[in-house]
């Protein structure tokens, strides 16, 4: 069952306002100082939200499409069909005729995740039922092209240039490279059934053999560090310490943290430069308590999070997260769909509607998952079509200096996946290396964003 909608106070403009403008002077090096407001501003904006905002529907009416910088958006809450999205005025003056604060403010802050009552078979608000997916716009950072509307504004009225953010001198944007190790120990189940299925007992035995005898295929932490090394890169990985089921059946682990030689690995990856972090296992979304003693177990100090299954409930997760205490998390991007959940290519908070603020952890969103590109339930892209794909949504996290969040499961290095496996992360990894970007960490990330 989903937890009750706890009572929360209407979200006054105002509030909208501080918590929008909070991210749009985050996204630029160095914004000047400007009033913004709905009336009597030097950038004037239009109200058109009206009481959506005292009320619970998870959905705004449907939005205009307009034309910005040679693209069509969506435009929430108005903007006046008989009005120019922007007019430049005299005397340092500009006014926008289009409620970008509220637009903003409801993808940013994830308002239709927490009033629906949408959850898929694992408790997920589901990608069929967003705004991104009826209107079609989920590979499109929406709200970097409404701060692209605003910051026009503002170097008219000012006259000076708003510099994007850079991660890193002369990179025009970061990639966030990450491993979720749900497995280490089960390569060999696969072929072990299929040749059990088709009668053929001698492969069978030899799949048994090599399983008690030789490494596992999936146990290759160290080669997945070298290899993403190898393009100047460096690995996060998010360790999952639960080895038991959830009540559901649902799998965790298929190792312990506390295996021999496990550990050890583990402190040669983090002393090699990579960065370790907690893969929330199942129930911890909900559980403040159970996320803080599974995070213990994890050796030195995890800064970061990534939920196992991608589990999220938006109701109660984010408190769950500032309760323990974790400086970011990387959940939040559809298993169905590579893009961006929240409409935005930058780091940002989420709000608090209980408290009408932002929370104290930095969400990275995550873009691009390899499960999501060849699954059964996914996409089912073809092998060569998956770089292709997933260029234009790379192309637009560059045009505004964002962060590229990749995971890559280590079981999908195993050279016998030849779907989302090892060619396609290095078609991808040398996509990235030819556009200059600047590989970093969560820790990285999180020193660049004042305040984490």
């Known amino acids: 069952m989903l937890p009750p909608l706890p009572t929360t106070p209407p979200t006054s403009a105002e509030?909208?306002?501080?918590?929008?403008?909070?991210?749009?002077?985050?996204?630029?090096?160095?914004?000047?100082?400007?009033?913004?407001?709905?009336q009597d501003a030097q950038v004037?904006?239009?109200?058109?939200?009206?009481?959506?905002?005292?009320?619970?529907?998870?959905?705004?009416p449907e939005p205009q499409w307009r034309?910005?910088?040679?693209?069509?958006?969506?435009?929430?809450?108005?903007?006046?069909?008989?009005?120019?999205?922007?007019?430049?005025?005299?005397?340092?003056?500009?006014?926008?005729?289009?409620?970008?604060?509220?637009?903003?403010f409801y993808l940013l802050s994830g308002w239709q995740e927490y009033y629906s009552e949408a959850r898929d078979r694992h408790g997920r608000f589901p990608f069929a039922a967003s705004v991104q997916h009826r209107y079609g716009f989920v590979t499109v950072p929406v709200v970097n092209y409404y701060f692209d509307l605003l910051k026009t504004a503002v170097e008219h009225v000012t006259g000076r240039p708003c510099r994007p953010r850079r991660w890193a001198p002369e990179a025009p944007y970061a990639a966030f490279i990450t491993h979720d190790i749900d497995n280490l120990r089960s390569a060999w189940k696969q072929p072990a059934k299929e040749a059990l299925r088709q009668g053929k007992l001698l492969r069978f035995g030899r799949q048994l053999w090599q399983h008690f005898t030789q490494p596992d295929a999936w146990d290759n932490l160290e080669q997945v560090q070298q290899t993403v090394a190898g393009y100047g890169a460096k690995s996060t990985f998010f360790l999952l310490p639960e080895h038991r089921p959830a009540a559901s059946g649902t799998p965790n682990a298929d190792y312990r943290l506390t295996a021999p030689g496990l550990q050890g690995c583990l402190q040669s990856l983090a002393a090699q430069g990579s960065e370790l972090a907690i893969h929330?296992?199942?129930?911890?979304?909900?559980?403040?308590?159970?996320?803080?003693?599974?995070?213990?177990?994890?050796?030195?100090?995890?800064?970061?999070?990534?939920f196992h299954y991608l589990s999220w409930e938006p109701r109660r997760t984010p408190s769950v997260l500032n309760q323990v205490g974790i400086a970011y998390d990387t959940t939040l991007g559809f298993a169905e769909h590579f893009g961006f959940r929240h409409s935005y290519c930058h780091p940002f908070r989420l709000f608090d509607f209980q408290h009408g603020q932002a929370?104290?952890?930095?969400?990275?969103?995550?873009?691009?998952?390899d499960a999501t590109l060849y699954h059964p339930?996914?996409?089912?892209l073809a092998p060569d079509e998956i770089?292709?794909?997933?260029?234009?949504?790379?192309?637009?996290?560059?045009?505004?200096?964002?962060?590229?969040?990749?995971?890559?499961?280590?079981e999908n290095f195993d050279p016998a996946n030849?779907?989302?496996?090892?060619?396609?992360?290095?078609?991808?990894?040398?996509?990235?290396?030819?556009?200059?970007?600047?590989?970093?960490?969560?820790?990285?990330?999180?020193?660049?964003?004042?305040?984490?």
Not at 77 to 98: C, H, M, S, T, V
Not at 359 to 369: A, G, W
Not at 391 to 405: K, N, Q, S, Y
């Open 15 to 38: 509030t909208r306002l501080v918590y929008v403008l909070q991210h749009f002077r985050a996204a630029y090096a160095d914004v000047p100082t400007v009033s913004i407001d709905y």
């Open 44 to 60: 004037q904006l239009t109200d058109g939200a009206g009481a959506f905002f005292s009320q619970t529907n998870p959905y705004p």
């Open 67 to 104: 034309e910005w910088q040679g693209r069509k958006l969506p435009f929430f809450f108005g903007p006046p069909a008989d009005k120019p999205l922007l007019e430049l005025l005299p005397n340092g003056r500009a006014r926008i005729y289009a409620d970008l604060i509220s637009a903003a």
């Open 280 to 306: 929330g296992s199942l129930g911890t979304a909900t559980d403040a308590r159970l996320l803080q003693t599974k995070r213990a177990q994890l050796p030195g100090h995890s800064i970061g999070n990534r």
């Open 359 to 369: 929370h104290d952890f930095l969400e990275i969103p995550l873009n691009v998952m």
């Open 377 to 380: 339930n996914y996409l089912q």
């Open 387 to 410: 770089l292709p794909a997933l260029t234009p949504m790379l192309a637009e996290i560059e045009r505004f200096g964002g962060v590229c969040t990749v995971l890559w499961h280590n």
């Open 418 to 452: 030849e779907h989302n496996g090892p060619r396609q992360f290095h078609a991808l990894m040398e996509y990235l290396r030819s556009r200059h970007v600047a590989f970093v960490n969560g820790q990285d990330i999180c020193s660049a964003v004042v305040g984490c």
